[in-house]
Antibody, heavy 126, light 112 residues
Framework: EVQLVESGGGLIQPGRSLRLSCAAS????????MNWVRQGPGKGLEWVSG????????GYADSVKGRFTISRDNAKNSLYLQMNSLTIEDTALYYC???????????????????WGQGTMVSVSS | QPALTQPRSMSGSPGQSVTISCTGT?????????VSWYQHHPGRAPKVVIY???KRPSGVPDRFSGAKSGNTASLTISGLQAEDEADYYC????????????FGGGTSLTVL
């Protein structure tokens, strides 16, 4: 069974940094693009960032560009999201998701996000 | 403001059909067939019900169907059942590879 388990969330002050991790199991992790999707309190889903299978192509939502950095370690079956200069608007449940189609060169064309973790909560507050 | 526009809420009775619209632009839905739909029950992880505009993943009932015309995509749920009550989100690839992916604002579906 494919599983994605997020960790690293918590309560943090505005302006500080946080690093989220996603541990994958039950799949050939290095074959698939991965993404972070978040849902703020009372809000809808928002794509945050994506990375292709090799790590050579990445993409970011305008709302986080320049502050967040996505990365992956295929040897450790892990996905990361480094979040800097956090603001109250970054408060959300952060999901790790997997592309449905393997070995897609460009972020965003993996057909669908077919596996989701349960999410890790990030609360930004003073 | 979400990049893709969906009705905020919709409702239907058991057995009826509902169609949820998702309006984008010529830079996303209008130019690419990378449109997907997600069903989200509160407290659970979202689940893909349609991908590539009109394809159903295995295990998704054929009551769910998708379509696209111009800059607008749609999800139709036929023969509504109580368990279909959930939030539904459309999603599309954007033309500029550095903008990645955008979701709609979500539609809350109530089964009366």
């Amino acid at each position: 069974e494919v599983q994605l388990v997020e960790s690293g969330g918590g309560l943090i002050q505005p302006g500080r940094s946080l690093r989220l991790s996603c541990a994958a199991s039950g799949l050939e992790f290095g074959e698939y693009g991965m993404n972070w999707v978040r849902q703020g309190p009372g809000k809808g889903l928002e794509w945050v960032s994506g990375i292709n299978w090799s790590g050579r192509d990445v993409g970011y939502a305008d709302s986080v560009k320049g502050r967040f950095t996505i990365s992956r370690d295929n040897a450790k079956n892990s996905l990361y999201l480094q979040m800097n200069s956090l603001t109250i608007e970054d408060t959300a449940l952060y999901y790790c998701t997997k592309d449905q189609t393997p070995r897609v060169a460009v972020t965003g064309v993996g057909d669908a996000f077919d596996v989701w973790g349960q999410g890790t909560m990030v609360s930004v507050s003073s | 403001q979400p990049a893709l526009t969906q009705p905020r809420s919709m409702s239907g009775s058991p057995g009826q059909s509902v169609t949820i619209s998702c309006t984008g632009t010529s830079s996303d839905i209008g130019s690419y067939d990378y449109v997907s739909w997600y069903q989200h029950h509160p407290g659970r992880a979202p689940k893909v019900v349609i991908y590539r505009v009109n394809k159903r993943p295995s295990g998704v009932p054929d009551r769910f169907s998708g379509a696209k015309s111009g800059n607008t995509a749609s999800l139709t749920i036929s023969g509504l059942q109580a368990e279909d009550e959930a939030d539904y989100y459309c999603c599309s690839f954007r033309g500029n590879r550095y903008s990645g992916v955008v979701f709609g604002g979500g539609t809350s579906l109530t089964v009366l």
